[in-house]
Structures are given as structure tokens and as C-alpha cells.
């Protein structure tokens, strides 16, 4: 797994929202990460010591311990990443303004390794200019900030501030830990399966769960580039906090990355596209008959080969499933479709299982 090994330095403040980072800390713990806590001296009012060193493995700090009158540089250099979570408005602006006052703060000072900050803050307080200001101070020397959610409140108020899922922690802590290949470029990635309907309920399509694309994505993700999804039948659950437009047909995630093809610098064209579609459609549900219902299939459009004409300095990577000959069938598809790679993988047997 990607934290197995990796030493998280988790910074808690005094926040109503410092409970969720009980649940971070399991899920990071089940994924062989060694985690340690330091907190302000009022994240104590939402959280516990006992609490931590259980979840952990090991002691929590808030003070300066006298045996320990260097804990702020031990804590720095065990370190291989640094997220506070919560992370107050008064600690933020400490933060981007010098001040050492308290353990976390001067631990944060004393390190190196790459740094996170998930904001918590009631909406007006979290928009005031001020704190902004601070955080793009932060922004500009290199400090990662999570994005916060909008929705329900502590205070019972409708809007931004809310601390980041704790899946979107999460990924941002691994992506603090990769190396950033793909900085600054946007992927274009096509996931799940295309629906071509004979009438309202009935359809052909191919079998795909999306898993891959997904992963792929979180790869773009993790190596810092930003993954747009052009999304159709999936079996698994899109991340909220990425961009995805759904569709169903193969003409609608044309039309989908048409749309978004001058934005970027690469396409993963990992969709299961429907070849055929139906000649002849029904506005209502055909009624089942004795004899034979006969239609006629006729090609989609080929996205590929679309994009291909297209093509400027994008790279372009297209995958097959082939039943034989994986390797002269996929490259088969490349000079004609005018893009650089193509990756094929074997589909065998009548079982459901499909990437």
C-alpha cells in the first residue's frame, strides 16, 4: 500500500471537527503507516490523550516535556510528512505570520518534510480576506492546502469550511509522498461503459466496472496532475472532489471530450465504448412477441480516431480488450487512429468480472 512504512506527523488544533481525525488516524493506521500526534493545548478540549496513544501506538505531546526538551526537533525529524487537521484560523495565521508559540507550531517550523494544512472554520470567519491572505502566504512556500467542503455546519450554518472527507486527507498524504510527474498537466480519462438503447429499458453495452479508470485517475492524481473524468456505467464510486461529467451513450462522451480536448495534455481513453448502436430506436418499451424481433446494428462513432484528428502535442493512449492475439490486434488500431500507445488486455472466459 502506498503508506505502508511512511512516518505521518498528524497536528491537531482546537477544533470541533479534531474528533474525525480518530477515524484518519485508523485508516492510515490499517495501511501500516506509523502515525504520531502533536496538538495545541486546546485541542485537548475535543480530543484525548488516551484516546490517540491507543490508536497510535504512541504518545501523544501538547507540552514540552522536560526530559524531552528537544521533542519539537525529534517530532521534525521522524517526520516524512506533516498535516495539521484540523487546522484553526488561529493556527493557520500563526503559521503564516512566524509564530512559534506553542509545540505544534514550533514543530512545524522545525520541519522540512513536506507540509499539509486541512482548514476547519465556520464560513464567514474561513472567507474573511485576511485568512485568506494567510493561506495563499502559505500556498507560496510550498505548504499543501486541503480543500474544505461545503454543506452543514457545527454552528448550524449552510457553507464552505468543512474539514476535507477524510478520503480526500487521505490521498492528498500520499500524493505529498509521490513524485510529482505529472505537475501542472491536465488528463483527460474516459472510465465505464457506453449504453446504446433499442427503447427506454432495454440497451447493449459492454462489461466494465470502471475500477481501472479510476485508478488511474488517483495515479494523475497522486503524481500531481488533474484528472478530468468523462464518466459512463461504473460500478464503483467516483470520488466527490473529482471532476466528472456522466453520460451514457457513445455520441455523449464524444461530444463529452471533444469538449474537453483542447484542455488537456493527455487522454486516457479507458472506457469500454460500445462499438454498435441500434439502426431503428423506440420512443416506448417494445412488447414482447412469439416471433423473432430482427434489428439492424450500425458502427459508433470511433472517439479515438476522432481525438486523433484532433491531435495536437496531446498524448493520446487508447486500451483493447482482445479475446487472442492481444498484441497484433491493439497495435493494429494505432496507425489508424492516429495516437501514440495502446495498451491491450486479455478478456477471457464467459465470467463477469471486467476492469
Not at 505570520?97 to 517550523?109: Q, V
Request: overall charge positive; aromatic content about 8%.
Amino acid at each position: 500500500m502506498f503508506l505502508s512504512g511512511k512516518n505521518i506527523l498528524i497536528g491537531i488544533t482546537g477544533g470541533i471537527a479534531a474528533y474525525k481525525v480518530y477515524e484518519l488516524i485508523r485508516k492510515l493506521t490499517k495501511e501500516g503507516a506509523n502515525v504520531r500526534v502533536v496538538l495545541t493545548p486546546s485541542a485537548l478540549e475535543f480530543v484525548t490523550p488516551t484516546v490517540l496513544s491507543t490508536l497510535t501506538g504512541n504518545t501523544p505531546y501538547w507540552e514540552w516535556d522536560y526530559k524531552k526538551p528537544l521533542i519539537h526537533i525529534e517530532l521534525a525529524k521522524w517526520a516524512d510528512v506533516f498535516l495539521v487537521a484540523p487546522a484553526t484560523i488561529n493556527t493557520i495565521s500563526k503559521l503564516a505570520n512566524g509564530i512559534a508559540d506553542n509545540l505544534l507550531t514550533a514543530t512545524w517550523f522545525a520541519c522540512d518534510k513536506p507540509k499539509l494544512l486541512a482548514p476547519a472554520a465556520n464560513t464567514v470567519m474561513f472567507t474573511d480576506p485576511i485568512v485568506q491572505e494567510n493561506l495563499k502566504k502559505l500556498q507560496k512556500v510550498g505548504v499543501e492546502i486541503i480543500p474544505t467542503e461545503s454543506g452543514l455546519l457545527a454552528c448550524g450554518d449552510l457553507g464552505e469550511g468543512k474539514l476535507a472527507d477524510i478520503d480526500l486527507i487521505r490521498d492528498y498524504l500520499v500524493k505529498s509522498l509521490t513524485p510529482q510527474r505529472w505537475r501542472g498537466k491536465k488528463v483527460l480519462i474516459t472510465l465505464g461503459a457506453t449504453k446504446e438503447y433499442l427503447d427506454p429499458v432495454r440497451f447493449i453495452s459492454n462489461g466494465s466496472s470502471g475500477k481501472m479508470g479510476l485508478a488511474l485517475a488517483k495515479a494523475i492524481f497522486y503524481q500531481g496532475g488533474e484528472p478530468l473524468l468523462v464518466v459512463g456505467d461504473v460500478r464503483v464510486e467516483i470520488p466527490k472532489w473529482f471532476k466528472a461529467l456522466r453520460v451514457e451513450t457513445t455520441e455523449e462522451m464524444l461530444s463529452a471530450c471533444l469538449e474537453l480536448f483542447p484542455q488537456v495534455d493527455a487522454v486516457f481513453m479507458n472506457a469500454a465504448v460500445t462499438d454498435y448502436r441500434f439502426e431503428k430506436t423506440f420512443d416506448r418499451k417494445l412488447k414482447k412477441k412469439e416471433e423473432e424481433l430482427l434489428v439492424r446494428l450500425v458502427p459508433t462513432p470511433d472517439i479515438l480516431a476522432e481525438l486523433g484528428k484532433r491531435k495536437g502535442d496531446q498524448i493520446l493512449v487508447g486500451f483493447a480488450v482482445e479475446t487472442d492475439r492481444l498484441v497484433e490486434n491493439a497495435t493494429k488500431k494505432t496507425p489508424k487512429e492516429e495516437f501514440g500507445r495502446h495498451s491491450g488486455k486479455p478478456r477471457k472466459g464467459n465470467g463477469k468480472r471486467y476492469l
